[in-house]
């Protein structure tokens, strides 16, 4: 099994004048490729923090990060960026699309901006991905005129178009409704299932976390319990 | 280029504030190529006014200086005093001529022998300028035949042309006679062949004109001339081609701008106001952009934020606000060059009873290149700091946000 996450010691302390205050504490944690996990754990314990360092938008006060086999945590800043951009996908909590753009440039965007335009390739994957989450109809709709659903349905889309290693989700269906929510966790398990795309998803809902194929839980800025198995295969 | 692309849909998804950008920075380039035109059709205006009817460069003679005499049979310091008794003349004038014409800066030349004068008439006496000039070249420096309005410009072996003013002061109109005595004590009757009106009251009340060879015995010159009058084909050559002939011939010469100081003066202080009107509307033009351009880029925090979260360059998100500034200079100040050109033709067909435009304005003069160059320069050094801002998003704050 390809070993797509390895973090170790991971601590985080964030200073304010001379108060400190820590909020993660030592996280041991690995991820292998094809894993769907889901990282709970009650407000405040951590979870978010710890998911801004793996997607390298936060950098570790200590500990070892490494991603697909390059140890991540000393890059520069430029050096994220470009990493995030080949390697990581996001999906948020909002959709955070561009809304003077359609659904197919959204979805391109991460791979036109850096190569300076959206090639024939990318228009393609891009096609290929909205079809692939069921907006075939929706491609050159605005992404102001999309539903909620849609527009994070297009947020995944947009988190797959480069290919990533791995796919971090930072509460994916908490802005969703209960139909909305089920379809796009779904899809999520489909392109996990069919792809072996690496998905970690930050959630407090116990349904979406059901549905994940390993379950962590964060108290207090630790590692409390590491259960693997959905429950439908429990 | 994609940064060119995200540039335009952000400004299409504001169309009536990019719309109002865009006016403001075309209505300061407007108000620049205005004051440009204008001022620069002032400067024409007062310079035409200034050396239409009078010439560009006055070759003279040196100044003649008192020598101090030393040496051993001398005891005490002596001078060489300077004769009074012949004026000083351009003998050699000739070939002075002859340089001149192979001159092509030049465009006309007038040999002339000048000097001061009473006219009497009866009782009445009054002090006058008398040019003498070779009649065949009475117009060359200023237009004296044409704006004959009594009589004609035939001036003859002993004629006269007047100005009306002069006329007016002495009682006098064409054909009558006057006496004329010269500085050198020289008298002689003389017929008013003409009396001319050019508008310019320095040559209707004091100048006479009288052809050279009437002159030359009035002012006893039988050989030389006293000065030669120069027109150039550009004015503003004057200084330099003052300079050359000064050192060619060694005589004394002089451009229009040293006999005009108070107009150099003049034209000086209104290009410093022009420029501090221009300085101020680029002024306005970059706060506007900049303030414009740090509300979007504030806005678009968030969207800017997710472009940094999924990895997109600091550089383009650049060049995406930079280009927004480029855009909006380079339309803007497009149509408010057009704007300021059609605006300068519009006020320069307005014209005054006598035919003359009212705003001394000259619309091909309105400084074009200078105000596209500098508002879209203007405009993109307005959006460096937002686009700064823009590019240095923290991805996680905005996010949360």
Redesign the interface.
């Known amino acids: 099994m390809t070993r797509v996450l390895e973090a170790t010691g991971i601590e985080k302390v964030f200073r304010n004048g001379d108060e400190e205050t820590r909020v993660l504490n030592g996280i041991d944690l690995t991820l292998d490729k094809g894993e769907l996990v889901a990282l709970l754990g009650a407000s405040g314990s951590g979870k978010s923090t710890l998911l801004?360092i793996i997607?390298l938008?936060?950098r570790p006060t200590a500990g070892s990060l490494t991603i697909s086999g390059e140890r991540v945590d000393r890059l520069s800043e430029?050096e994220r960026?470009?990493?995030?951009?080949?390697r990581?996908?996001?999906v948020?909590q909002f959709h955070?699309l561009?809304?003077?753009?359609t659904a197919m440039e959204n979805v391109a965007?991460?791979a036109?901006?850096?190569?300076?335009?959206?090639s024939r390739v990318m228009r393609d994957r891009a096609r290929d991905l909205l079809t692939r989450v069921g907006l075939e109809d929706r491609i050159d709709f605005p992404a102001t005129r999309l539903s909620g659903g849609q527009k994070q349905r297009v947020a995944i889309a947009?988190?797959l178009m480069n290919r990533p290693d791995l796919i971090i989700a930072d509460e994916p269906t908490g802005n969703l409704d209960r139909e909305s929510a089920d379809r796009v966790l779904d899809l999520m398990r489909e392109v996990n299932r069919e792809d072996g795309g690496t998905f970690m998803i930050c959630t407090h809902d116990e349904g979406v976390a059901a549905r994940c194929s390993r379950r962590l839980t964060l108290i207090d800025g630790q590692l409390a319990s590491n259960v693997s198995g959905t429950v439908d295969a429990l | 280029m994609f940064a060119l692309q995200v540039a335009r849909r952000y400004m299409l998804s504001n169309p009536s504030q990019t719309l109002l950008l865009i006016a403001g920075v075309a209505l300061g380039v407007t108000v620049f190529v205005f004051i440009t035109a204008l001022i620069a059709g002032l400067a024409i205006r007062l310079t035409d006014q200034v050396t239409g009817n009078s010439a560009h460069i006055s070759l003279e003679p040196p100044t003649r200086v008192a020598r101090v005499l030393t040496g051993p049979d001398l005891p005490v310091e002596s001078v060489a005093l300077v004769s009074t008794f012949q004026r000083q003349q351009i003998r050699d004038w000739p070939m002075v001529v002859e340089l001149l014409r192979s001159n092509p800066d030049v465009s006309a030349i007038s040999t002339q022998i000048s000097g001061s004068a009473f006219l009497v008439k009866s009782e009445a006496v009054t002090a006058v300028s008398i040019i003498g000039v070779d009649p065949q070249g009475i117009d060359a420096i200023s237009q004296i035949t044409p704006n004959i309005m009594d009589g004609n410009g035939d001036l003859g072996a002993d004629g006269l042309l007047i100005g009306v003013r002069m006329a007016e002061n002495l009682g006098l109109s064409a054909g009558q006679s006057i006496l004329l005595r010269t500085e050198r004590g020289v008298e002689r009757q003389l017929t008013v062949k003409g009396v001319f009106s050019t508008g310019l009251q320095s040559l209707d009340e004091r100048v006479a004109f009288m052809s050279l060879q009437t002159a030359r015995p009035l002012f006893v010159l039988p050989q030389g001339v006293t000065n030669i009058e120069v027109k150039l084909k550009d004015p503003e050559d004057a200084r330099a081609t003052a300079r050359f002939l000064a050192e060619a011939t060694g005589l004394r010469a002089t451009p229009w701008q040293e006999k005009n100081l108070s107009l150099e003066d003049a034209l000086q202080a209104q290009g410093q106001t022009g420029t501090l009107i221009q300085i101020f509307s680029l002024i306005s033009i970059i706060i506007g952009v900049a303030s414009a351009l740090v509300l979007s880029a504030y806005r678009r925090r968030g969207e800017v934020g997710i472009m940094r979260a999924f990895g997109v360059p600091g550089g383009f998100i650049l060049w995406v606000f930079l280009l927004q500034g480029l855009l909006i200079g380079l339309i803007g100040g497009l149509i408010g060059c057009a704007t300021g050109y059609g605006l300068c033709v519009w006020l320069e067909g307005i014209t005054r009873v006598d035919g003359v435009p009212a705003l001394p304005i000259a619309p091909a003069q309105g400084g074009y290149v200078a105000a596209l160059v500098l508002t879209t320069l203007g405009a993109v050094i307005a959006s460096i700091l937002p686009a700064r801002s823009a590019s240095k998003v923290d991805p996680l704050e905005a996010i949360q946000q």
């Open positions: 801004s997607g938008l936060l430029r960026a470009r990493f995030r951009n080949r990581l996908g996001f948020f955070h561009l809304p003077d753009f965007f991460p036109a901006a850096p190569a300076g335009g959206i947009r988190a």
